[in-house]
């Protein structure tokens, strides 16, 4: 990058950290640091969560996942949004862990089920899988600043040759916990919301340039009708053979958002709002809040697909780079990585270096597919380079991943003009920050809560528990960069953090939901769903990252392998193409996917079952501040009537203002009426009666997820820079004027 590109990057990042530290005069006691005081409003909360959630691992991850599936998949998602809305309108979860008050999830099972061992237990559970599955981040960040920066894998300081990655990630977290120690849940509500306000100017950038430099008509539509049939990138009827990210995904992704819904509230924002009303339309506005985000990110992976695939791309023509370049540069640099034996290196890149370029349409054998594409003879040549040892697998399953991983940010990097470089390069600087900060911030004040706390008999004096909060975010930083250092890779980003991510969320559905709605659960059917959710989850995942290299191994010298692969192939055959089980010394034959759906029925199950053994009824109404347990105003409740009965249905209040029911109407019109009745169901009607060709889905395509989306999303960054901007400027008069209260800290006394 040059100078410019730097100073775009250096000044609103040396702005942002002088907020962050300014905000630290504002944390005066542990609900500050916590919970922003509770007294966020909605859009603060909105466009924080928006940057939190949207990083660096999700740009890399949906363009490493659209590159294999394309998009046809995603019209069926259509089929989720309606749970989605009501989920949002109704504050599915998330009203009801307000009216809690719970600082952590962990306080909020120890009251519910009674036991501190097993809050203890459940904290330390969720923790662990946060953690690790959080530490993908700042690995996957810093591979991602080495392939678009250029910087070596090695570095040179004082004469010490030190691995540039373990630096970068370094330098990740300490800017992630220059954001965290000052004033915590303040300063990163604060920064967040800043920096999503930065960044809406940027999304727009980046698709009007991604826009104005690929042709919708000459590159990206012929590109995506040349697939295998079976899988279409475009056409969602013909989806019957993708592998991983296929309609059963789909199911699992739907299930999981709601049985998962409260799994991991507690110890973010979900507990920052003024009033439980103010955290449900936080939830509402997340409908509207992305503007120009996603359509970016869907952006980037078109670009990547285009231009890795498109004829027209061979030479270098519109840009000073070709396709053949960036696959041999990227296979360079991916080797160095995977490879530690410079001899052997030498030896696949010779034989990489004489793969044929492709270049016009004739010299396609067939259309492309994900067991035969351009990528393939790379794969080929590098793995039968390697060798089929399990050391060769394995590394090859590390190539195979960093290179499609890394594809993206190698290939912007060339194609992006001055100016251009340094925007992005700060919007994924600002991304890692808001990310990582947020993850090593829950998992911290997690284990603070939840595992140290309650060993404390007696009442933690505040400026303790400050010190020990802004500590322990210390110790889970430095876990996070001994975890990333030792990192490896091996499958696509979104199935490790589905595992990972199922050891605490395969068995915590149940637990939490039921724990908010029901009377009937117990601590004997919470201990349940966590054995058989997350004790499936756990062999699932040593399954996997032991394949490759030992477990196959053994079958094979055990002579297993032959009758294994009859007894999956049996098993799965009921749900083919859908679910495929056949041995392969790569990949364990059970996706993540697969695993995760597993262990939310055994969790479910074990549950009801548990619960239902040992029934005892619960006192919800003391849990939720309810009825006789009431210490504030009570929302007045109407009664249902035909005047009313769809706004009830869709969650609207007597609490909702003029201009919250406009805004609960529009997102049931845009994601009901709209996507999912006039987009889905008329099309699918349509298809019914005369199938569409593929054109039709090309333009059906540009026009719903381009052109609409497009509209909106110069209305929703005007709309929430605006709102944003004075959300943001009432924190901190709102928190000026806060009293503090030195009990509400989280510990739980039991009356005598």
Same mark, same amino acid.
């Given at each position: ?491 696509? *980003? @979104?199935? =490790?953090?589905?595992?990972?991510? #199922?050891?605490? $969320?395969?068995?915590? +559905?149940? /637990?939490?939901?039921?724990? %908010? ?72 034959? *059970? @996706?993540? =996917?697969?695993?995760?759906?597993? #262990?939310?029925? $055994?969790?479910?199950? +074990?549950? /009801?079952?548990?619960?239902? %053994? ?139």
């Amino acid at each position: 990058m040059s100078w410019v590109d730097w100073c775009i990057v250096a000044i609103p990042m040396c702005l942002l950290i002088w907020v962050s530290i300014y905000s630290r005069k504002y944390a005066r006691g542990v609900v500050d640091f916590l919970a922003a005081g509770r007294i966020a409003g909605r859009y603060v909360l909105s466009v924080g969560d928006m940057t939190a959630g949207l990083s660096v691992i999700t740009l890399v991850a949906g363009c490493e996942q659209n590159y294999q599936t394309g998009f046809a998949v995603g019209f069926w998602g259509a089929i989720t949004a309606p749970v989605g809305v009501f989920m949002a309108l109704t504050g599915y979860c998330m009203y009801r862990w307000r009216e809690t008050r719970c600082l952590s999830m962990g306080q909020f099972l120890e009251m519910r089920y009674g036991s501190k061992f097993f809050r203890v237990f459940c904290a330390t559970l969720r923790t662990i899988a946060e953690m690790v599955t959080n530490a993908i981040g700042p690995a996957i960040a810093a591979n991602f600043f080495i392939y678009y920066l250029g910087l070596p894998h090695k570095i040179m300081i004082f004469g010490i040759s030190l691995p540039c990655y373990g630096i970068v990630v370094f330098l990740c977290l300490t800017l992630a916990m220059i954001f965290i120690w000052p004033g915590g849940r303040i300063s990163l509500l604060i920064t967040d919301c800043f920096q999503g306000l930065l960044s809406y100017p940027i999304f727009v950038v980046i698709v009007g340039y991604i826009i104005l430099n690929f042709s919708w008509t000459g590159d990206i539509a012929p590109v995506m009708w040349n697939r295998v049939p079976g899988q279409s990138f475009m056409n969602p009827y013909d989806v019957s053979q993708l592998r991983d990210f296929n309609m059963f995904a789909l199911v699992v992704s739907l299930l999981g958002s709601v049985l998962n819904r409260a799994g991991w509230i507690g110890n973010d924002t979900s507990g920052a709002a003024k009033t439980p009303h103010e955290q449900k339309m936080a939830g509402v506005l997340g409908a509207w809040r992305n503007g120009f985000a996603w359509m970016m990110i869907l952006l980037l992976a078109i670009v990547v697909i285009v231009f890795m695939t498109s004829p027209h791309f061979v030479g270098k023509n519109r840009f000073p780079i070709s396709s053949t370049d960036v696959r041999q540069h990227l296979s360079a640099k991916v080797l160095e990585e995977a490879v530690p034996d410079p001899l052997l290196r030498s030896q696949i890149m010779d034989e990489v270096r004489k793969i044929p370029d492709r270049l016009t349409e004739k010299d396609i054998a067939g259309p492309l597919s994900q067991q035969k594409n351009l990528d393939t003879p790379y794969f080929n040549t590098v793995r039968q380079a390697l060798g089929d040892s399990p050391e060769g697998r394995y590394q090859f399953q590390k190539f195979r991943s960093l290179f499609q991983q890394m594809m993206m940010p190698a290939l912007v990097s060339k194609i992006f003009p001055v100016g251009m470089l340094g925007i992005f390069c700060l919007l994924m600087v600002m991304l890692l920050i808001s990310t990582d900060d947020s993850r090593i911030f829950n998992a911290s004040s997690t284990l603070m809560q939840d595992v140290v706390l309650p060993m404390f008999k007696g009442r933690l004096p505040p400026e303790k528990h400050l010190l020990y909060l802004r500590l322990t975010t210390v110790g889970v930083a430095i876990f996070f960069l001994i975890v990333s250092l030792f990192f490896a890779q091996l499958d696509y *980003i @979104n199935m =490790f953090t589905t595992i990972m991510c #199922s050891l605490w $969320l395969g068995g915590a +559905g149940p /637990i939490m939901v039921f724990g %908010l709605y029901s009377r009937f659960g117990n601590l004997t059917g919470a201990w349940c769903a966590i054995i058989f959710g997350s004790g499936t989850s756990l062999f699932g995942l040593i399954m996997q990252r032991n394949w490759a290299l030992s477990i196959y191994p053994f079958l094979e010298k055990m002579g297993w392998v032959e009758g294994l692969d009859t007894f999956l192939v049996t098993i799965s055959s009921p749900f083919n193409p859908w679910i495929q089980w056949t041995m392969d010394p790569v990949k364990f034959p *059970i @996706n993540s =996917f697969e695993i995760y759906f597993i #262990s939310m029925i $055994l969790s479910v199950g +074990g549950y /009801i079952i548990g619960s239902y %053994l040992t029934y005892k009824p619960y006192d919800l109404d003391k849990l939720l501040h309810r009825g006789i347990y009431a210490d504030g105003p009570v929302p007045p409740k109407e009664k249902w009537t035909l005047h009313n009965v769809f706004s009830k249905i869709i969650g609207i209040t007597p609490e909702y203002t003029r201009g919250d029911r406009i805004i609960a109407y529009s997102v049931f019109g845009y994601s009901v009426v709209y996507s999912v009745i006039l987009i889905f169901i008329c099309i699918v009607i349509w298809n019914a009666i005369s199938p569409w060709p593929n054109s039709w889905w090309t333009v059906k395509f540009f026009i719903t997820t381009l052109l609409i989306p497009g509209i909106v999303g110069v209305i929703s960054t005007i709309w929430f820079l605006i709102g944003g901007i004075h959300d943001a400027r009432q924190l901190f008069i709102d928190l000026e004027k806060r009293v503090e209260d030195p009990d509400d800290n989280g510990q739980i006394f039991t009356d005598k």
